[in-house]
């Protein structure tokens, strides 16, 4: 199952910071209500199995708890929640970054480092290699109200990964009003939604396209306009999560149909 997401009540977001000179990017704070956190935010659904016996109803799409909406003041902040790892990119996303780094802007990567050390080593050398090491910041696994207080403190959520089974870090920042600039893998596009006007709450690049990630982060950092259509259909998307007593019962009507429904072969 996957780790629990966060979610929303109505309520709106001050605008993220100007592009302005960069600052480091700030620790955690407090005074934020504290949410429910998907940990590292690197939980992943399992799949079933070739040939596994499952039955035809339908599962839910994870819930969301109630969160306070995120705000700024600085240079924009830009968040990636995802164990540093080959499969969620941050290598390439620390390249985007680099293409971009003549605009205002902090990032923090957030997630555990214990995974693949070698690949960590190699994201730091090329954070170092392009002087950004005050900009971009490998602030480890955070939970709790730690991570809550990350969130809360965020623009914009990036994920350049390579696979997600269902992508949790989009619904907790969506919980938050925040927009979301992520890979087209997996269960992300799901997970991002549309506002109930349609408009999607950020923005969607293919997986093996660098030049796309790049293209999408100058264009929602050097673009006022940009970030304000994105983060007002952020809010309007947080309107619309499922809580998770929404999900608990959608789950309870599953689980009763199941020993009544046929059962095929996958």
């Not at 001050?14 to 700030?26: L, Q, R, W």
């Not at 002087?131 to 207080?149: D, F, K, Q, S």
């Amino acid at each position: 199952m996957p780790d629990p997401g966060t979610g929303a009540g109505p309520a709106t977001m001050p605008g993220p910071g100007t592009d302005t000179m960069p600052t480091p990017a700030p620790g955690a704070t407090t005074g934020t209500a504290p949410a429910p956190s998907s940990g590292t935010g690197t939980a992943t659904a399992p799949r079933p199995g070739t040939g596994a016996t499952t039955g035809t109803a339908p599962a839910p799409n994870p819930g969301a708890a109630p969160a306070s909406p995120a705000a700024s003041a600085a240079a924009p902040l830009l968040l990636c929640v995802a164990t540093v790892s080959p499969r969620k990119g941050q290598l390439r996303l620390v390249d985007a970054l680099v293409e971009v780094a003549d605009l205002g802007w902090r990032c923090v990567l957030v997630g555990g480092l214990g995974q693949d050390p070698g690949y960590v080593a190699r994201v730091r050398e090329r954070i170092d290699a392009a002087g950004l090491g005050a900009r971009i910041r490998l602030a480890g696994p955070r939970t709790g109200p730690a991570l809550a207080a990350t969130y809360a403190q965020a623009d914009l959520l990036v994920l350049a990964s390579r696979a997600e089974t269902y992508g949790m870090a989009v619904t907790e920042a969506l919980a938050r009003g925040i927009p979301v600039l992520a890979t087209a893998v997996g269960g992300v596009p799901e997970a991002l939604g549309q506002a109930p006007d349609g408009t999607l709450p950020g923005a969607l690049v293919p997986p093996d396209d660098p030049a796309a990630l790049t293209a999408a982060l100058r264009r929602w950092l050097a673009g006022p306009d940009e970030r304000r259509r994105c983060r007002e259909a952020a809010r309007r998307r947080r309107t619309t999560l499922a809580g998770w007593d929404t999900t608990a019962r959608s789950l309870a009507e599953v689980l009763e149909r199941l020993p009544h429904e046929p059962r095929r072969t996958a």
